[in-house]
């Protein structure tokens, strides 16, 4: 991918944190899935460029104990709300006023916090997530944590087999995610009433593994749901998925 470029920040705690940039305009960031990073979620598959294409600055994080970012190993790195935080820090730092934000999966529970501890988007999307994920993100996270306990041990056919064939191509660093999932807690349901803001639910047509995304979107104030296809691992590798937020954000 050409044009993509590649920058690291330290965080309020000392933690060296990476992003990645494409594109000129009104800036829009892009938080990507659990055990992901910005590459395999924004950029392999075209999702950055087409909405570049349409005008956008592109910014695109690797959450702490992913990607390109640190992967402490220090329980006092990964407080409760640590990647909202860190979300607010490169705001500051980008100093950004006036942007788009959006994510996928965790990086969707991700904006639900920032938004709802006061970030405000001119837009926002929300993706690969439903209302019963969002509410009961602590069973999630407990089928993660479970996942890296038995992680040389799981035998194709149980259910946390995929996920560890995930982990495993995305060589995560264990210690520092299990640390990043004692972080996460459910998110509070009135967080939900901050999405004052034009905001895009899209979610893959056979993508429930976080609930109902069309439940999610009718809660929300002023949200619109899109269908695309696939399931949670590939409904962000296909095209439809990035053209659904590229138009969302350039209507």
Not at 106 to 112: K, Q, S, Y
Not at 172 to 179: F, L, N, P, Q
Not at 210 to 221: D, F, K, R, T
Request: hydrophobic share 40%; aromatic share 8%; proline share 4%.
């Amino acid at each position: 991918m050409t044009g993509v470029t590649t920058h690291h920040w330290a965080a309020s705690d000392g933690v060296e944190l990476a992003w990645h940039e494409l594109g000129q305009g009104r800036p829009v960031i892009l938080l990507h899935g659990l055990f992901s990073d910005a590459h395999m979620n924004w950029i392999k598959f075209g999702t950055a460029d087409r909405i570049a294409a349409e005008g956008f600055r592109v910014i695109m994080p690797d959450h702490r104990a992913h990607g390109l970012s640190g992967k402490p190993h220090g329980a006092e790195y990964y407080p409760k709300g640590i990647l909202a935080r860190d979300v607010r820090e490169l705001v500051a730092l980008l100093g950004l006023t006036d942007l788009d934000l959006g994510g996928f999966s965790l990086g969707t529970r991700t904006t639900v916090e920032a938004v709802g501890e006061g970030m405000r988007p001119r837009r926002a999307m929300l993706g690969g997530a439903g209302l019963e994920g969002l509410r009961n993100w602590e069973r999630r996270k407990n089928f993660f944590v479970e996942a890296i306990d038995q992680f040389d041990s799981v035998q194709r056919g149980d259910p946390h087999w995929l996920s560890i064939q995930f982990m495993k191509s995305q060589k995560v660093d264990r210690v520092a995610a299990r640390h990043l999932l004692d972080s996460f807690e459910d998110a509070f349901v009135e967080w939900l009433q901050a999405f004052t803001m034009p905001t895009l639910v899209v979610c893959g047509d056979q993508d429930d593994d976080n609930g109902s995304a069309e439940e999610l979107a009718n809660v929300l104030p002023n949200a619109t749901f899109r269908e695309t296809p696939g399931t949670h691992m590939t409904s962000i590798t296909k095209p439809e998925f990035g053209k659904a937020i590229a138009d969302f954000l350039s209507a």
